[in-house]
């Protein structure tokens, strides 16, 4: 049985696909009169026009915000829309000439591709594309507005272009540089906790540098600068999964969670959270905005943060150069590791003279130079942690002579995924939570292969 003429058209076009899989993504011989995609420049982009199925998208830059103006009018997605114009900030070489018509073989006609136009100011465009597929490996199919010429190029992808206007909405809720952020309002049913740095300039380094956080009003707390440093980052660019009617949820008179966000230049913005009518997400509307952002409901339940999670969860801070012995002390089970300050290698002194796990032993001294907890333990006492009878010991001794200590007791259960162990440094609270799973890779250093 002979094929039909559209399976023939098909298997040839497949054929000819695959050869372009094949070519490399480079100016190929005897094509060097091959166009360019010129380059430029980023901060001259005034605007930008996409097209497809005749649904034209028009984006608008003001500053250094985006904005929708056509078919729908709101904010646009900045951050994206930085990324795609930064793709066009070099020359892009078109690297290889595939054919002349046959439009629909590669999505380039009317019915199936997105055409693209930057401007920098002008009435006419600065760039101006036709892209149809997308190849495995990075390049895209297009052609020129006006020619039936099919080209390959790299231009980052189709998909890159091909959205529907609503999918070009801003989905970020800040959108803000967190390196500018000098204070944290967190208000849930713990009450509200107030996180506050300064940033400043030295005469070595003229661009500001910030502070530590600090906790108002409660001035002999010492926050977790990691845990601080990462909800500032996390905040500046918290992304919706969806975007609601101004009106959808309910609860916004009264809020389940709250935060606002201070920047240096003294501005406020502030989120308020409640519960989403599905599992595993939150709502949040941001002050100013008529969107409701749907999110996940980890940012609700971080909202109402107490302050234990913001206590300080570094156990020790040590010079790993200036380690002399590791101890491990487990009932009457005791292992001593000294290195050598000549060859820098390490050996097991006690109970007997033998080489050390060197990659075991180095991981070890570096997982207790800058040892974290998962959390501080709320209401723990020593005795019911396990740490008066603790089940191991270990112990670091510096070549200054000094030491430190951590005691490690039982074992529980931190929630169905994870397992922890109490623990405490030197013998005193507080009492922290450990990952289980990182306090056994402790011990793999001294024990027998």
């Known amino acids: 049985m002979r094929p039909s003429r559209t399976t023939t058209i098909l298997l040839a076009v497949a054929a000819l696909l695959a050869v372009l899989l094949l070519l490399p993504s480079t100016q190929h011989a005897g094509q060097t009169d091959l166009p360019v995609i010129s380059a430029i420049d980023p901060t001259a982009v005034t605007r930008i026009q996409l097209v497809k199925s005749g649904q034209t998208t028009v984006i608008e ?85 006006g020619s039936e010429v099919v080209y390959r190029a790299r231009i980052g992808g189709r998909h890159r272009f091909d959205r529907k206007a609503t999918e070009w909405r801003n989905r970020l809720l800040l959108d803000i540089d967190p390196t500018q952020v000098v204070g944290m309002s967190l208000q849930g049913p713990q ?44 905040l500046s660019r918290i992304r919706a999964s969806e975007l609601h009617a101004p009106d959808f949820g309910t609860g916004w008179e009264a809020p389940e969670a709250s935060a606002e966000v201070v920047l240096a230049d003294g501005s406020t913005l502030r989120i308020d ?13 941001v002050q100013g905005r008529p969107d409701v952002f749907r999110i996940a409901s980890t940012w609700l339940r971080r909202f109402q943060w107490g302050p234990l999670e913001f206590q300080d969860k570094n156990i020790f801070a040590f010079n790993l150069t200036q380690v002399d ?15 050598d300050l000549g060859s820098k290698m ?81 013998g005193r609270l507080p009492i922290y939570e450990l990952n289980a799973e990182a306090y056994t890779r402790l011990r793999q250093a001294f024990l027998k292969n």
């Open 61 to 145: 830059r003001e500053d250094d915000r985006w904005y929708l103006r056509q078919p729908l009018q709101a904010e646009a997605d900045s951050s994206s829309l930085r990324s795609l114009v930064q793709t066009f900030t070099k020359d892009i070489p078109i690297d290889l000439r595939i054919d002349e018509g046959n439009l629909e073989d590669y999505l380039l006609d009317d019915s199936n591709n997105v055409s693209f136009e930057l401007f920098t100011g002008g009435s006419e465009p600065a760039i101006s594309l036709v892209m149809g597929k997308d190849l495995p490996g990075g390049s895209t199919i297009l052609r020129l507005p």
């Open 273 to 285: 959270v409640v519960t989403a009518p599905s599992d595993n997400a939150a709502l949040a509307r």
């Open 191 to 234: 009450g509200v906790l107030t996180f506050v740095r300064e940033l400043y300039a030295t005469e070595v380094q003229v661009e500001a540098q910030p502070s530590p956080w600090r906790l108002v009003d409660r001035e002999a707390f010492v926050p977790d600068q990691t845990t601080l440093d990462l909800l500032a980052n996390s």
């Open 325 to 339: 012995s590791l101890i491990l002390e487990e009932g009457s089970h005791r292992v001593r590791i000294q290195q």
């Open 346 to 426: 390490w050996r097991v002194v006690e109970p007997v003279v033998m080489d050390a796990d060197l990659r075991k032993t180095l991981y070890t001294v570096n997982a207790l130079s800058d040892l974290r907890a998962l959390r501080v333990s709320e209401g723990s006492e020593p005795g019911a942690a396990g740490l008066d009878q603790p089940r191991s010991r270990f112990v670091v001794e510096l070549i200054d002579g000094s030491s430190v200590m951590l005691e490690v007791g039982h074992a529980f259960q931190a929630d169905h995924r994870t397992e922890s162990v109490f623990a405490w440094a030197n």
